[in-house]
């Protein structure tokens, strides 16, 4: 075997070379590795939004859409009598009436942008426990409270989302009351008012859905069981995992076209770096003869040849965790139901590595059989 | 050329490779348990319904709670007819309701969910037909599967009208169900 200080000697034979296979191999690695961070993202974002315990019961036909849905306002009172295993703490059950509205809010500097907005009450305290008040007060009327992560659903700057600051819904003023957390959610991108509110601003005579949150997830039968044998009601009853899934699914397109983006600038990168290293290969077929004529095997070669391109292109994986670390790490991303945060976790850094493992062996197999082809006459004779 | 076209075929394998293949929710219905339905149910599919059957529209103006009916339909009206592990399921009007795939251009693919029928006709056209113990409780089991009765199969069914049934509600609590052929 060749010794592995001569593929790292040889790395600087050409620097123009080397830098041109890290830059381009970084910039791959890092595209695949904010692809997987997006796709993760926001699949976690989705599936932690439901909760496997919350039942959502919808208007018959509007499974897919909350914000189209109507229940008429009885259906709480009716629901939590008839449905068996809702969660109750203190004597009172878990049942939240609300109002799901998208539509479009005035913002402080001026702008309009579309908002997802939810009249709540106290209650949706009790059926998304997840959500916690980190300042401020829960809306009254004239008031709203703004998930931490709204300002940037909204494509605002963070204060502009600060208590004692307001928002504008259909001409009516809404001042922030409050600010809350509901970590890894949908939910905290939302703008939540008032049910009674919300009710007169989207002109409802209805609710989009009663929320129950069940003792135990298996209780789901029941609650569809309530909702088939109450047909007069017209209600669907779905787990809220399962209407969050379907939203996932969705968004599934998106997602896709995330990696069809970087694996189409992948390939063309590995087609630019395997031409690279076709020239850069060519101009030492001559080289590879002398060695093979003092005793080194053809595969000995092969493996110096791959080592010199799998070290730069692991290089630039690195230099591209790095970048990714620093600027993607964390980072909130927008999309049309609320945002979600990049993480650059363990699985997206091992992408990241085997894409750059991948590249560089992949780009230096085919130059590198070619620069091994010829029979040692031959090539000894080559310029 | 050719190791151009190895390598995008590498290329493109690598990239399908990492698509996750996800199973098909295909809408099966579920196998009955293996242990086979409890007495209380099979006596309920072995039984004859009978009297002259009528349709839901018809039946549930007159119908008051302890009444004896028969009625006959189609499993639809829902998206989902059946409750899992519960012995109910609801039975659509035919002549109110038209399941989709009566409709050859309609490529609907839960015809028994009646998407293009109104939300009135489905209120008038549907009942809830259960199965209930001599306590009056739904049987604990699923009765999808069992005696041939799954999504868009004709069935009559005599029974009682349940409490709680009105001229806008109508439940069923079933004595005799027959699977048409």
Redesign the interface.
């Known amino acids: 075997m060749l010794p592995f200080t001569y593929a790292v000697r040889n790395l600087f034979r050409s620097k123009t070379r080397l830098l041109q296979t890290i830059g381009g191999s970084a910039m791959v690695v890092l595209l695949v590795m904010a692809s997987v961070a997006i796709n993760n993202g926001m699949k976690r974002v989705l599936s932690a939004s439901g909760s496997d315990r919350n039942v959502i019961l919808v208007g018959a036909g509007s499974e897919e859409s909350i914000q189209r849905s109507e229940v008429p306002e009885t259906t709480a009172g009716i629901a939590e009598a008839g449905v068996p295993g809702i969660e109750e703490t203190l004597g009172v059950r878990a049942v939240s009436s609300e109002i799901h509205y998208m539509n479009y809010i005035g913002l402080p500097d001026g702008r309009k942008s579309q908002a997802m907005l939810r009249g709540v009450t106290l209650q949706t305290l009790r059926v998304h426990p997840e959500v916690r008040l980190t300042e401020g007060e829960f809306p009254g009327a004239g008031e709203v409270m703004v998930g931490r992560l709204a300002w940037r659903k909204l494509g605002l700057d963070k204060s502009d989302l600060k208590i004692g600051g307001s928002i504008t819904l259909e001409n009516q003023e809404m001042k922030i009351s409050g600010i809350f957390a509901a970590p890894g959610t949908v939910l905290e991108s939302e703008i939540w008012a008032s049910l009674g509110d919300l009710r007169v601003l989207a002109k409802r005579e209805t609710l989009s859905c009663v929320v129950l949150r069940l003792n135990d997830p298996a209780d789901f039968t029941e609650a569809d069981l309530f909702a088939k044998q109450r047909l007069d009601l017209e209600l669907s009853a779905l787990r809220e995992s399962d209407y969050y899934a379907g939203l996932s699914a969705f968004f599934k397109p998106l997602r896709a076209m995330t990696w069809i983006t970087a694996g189409l600038i992948a390939a063309g990168a590995l087609f630019g770096g395997v031409n690279t290293l076709y020239a850069a290969f060519a101009s030492r077929v001559r080289e590879m003869a002398t060695l093979q004529s003092i005793g080194f095997g053809r595969g000995a070669l092969l493996v110096s040849l791959v080592q010199e391109s799998t070290l730069a292109c692991l290089t630039g994986a690195l230099l591209a965790s790095v970048v990714a670390v620093v600027l993607l790490d964390g980072r909130t991303v927008p999309f049309s139901i609320g945002a979600f945060t990049l993480e650059v976790g363990p699985g997206v850094a091992i992408t990241g590595i085997v894409t750059g493992l991948l590249l560089g062996l992949l780009g230096a197999l085919p130059p590198a059989f070619r620069c091994l082809k010829p029979p040692l006459p031959t090539a000894l004779r080559m310029s | 050329m050719k190791?151009?076209t190895?390598?995008?075929t590498?290329?493109?394998i690598?990239?399908l490779a990492?698509?996750k293949k996800e199973e098909s929710a295909a809408n099966t219905s579920p196998a009955p348990s293996a242990s086979g339905p409890s007495q209380a149910l099979s006596q309920v599919l072995g039984t004859s319904p009978t009297g002259e059957a009528k349709p839901i529209h018809l039946i549930r103006a007159t119908a008051k709670p302890g009444d004896e009916i028969t009625v006959s339909g189609k499993i639809m009206?829902?998206?989902?007819p059946f409750?899992?592990?519960?012995s109910?399921f609801?039975l659509g009007d035919p002549e109110v309701l038209t399941a989709c795939n009566e409709d050859p251009a309609d490529k609907c693919t839960t015809p028994w969910d009646n998407?293009c029928d109104s939300?009135e006709d489905?209120?008038r056209g549907?009942?809830?037909v259960?199965v209930v113990d001599k306590d009056g409780r739904?049987l604990k089991e699923s009765i999808e599967g069992v005696g041939g009765l799954a999504k868009l199969a004709d069935v009559t069914v005599s029974g009682k009208v349940a409490e709680g049934s009105?001229a806008?509600?109508?439940?069923i609590n079933a004595q005799a169900i027959r699977t048409e052929k």
């Open positions: 190791t151009k190895t390598c995008l590498l290329a493109v690598a990239l990492s698509c009206g829902n998206a989902s409750v899992e592990g519960r109910v609801i998407c939300k489905k209120k549907t009942a809830t259960q739904v009105s806008d509600l109508l439940i």
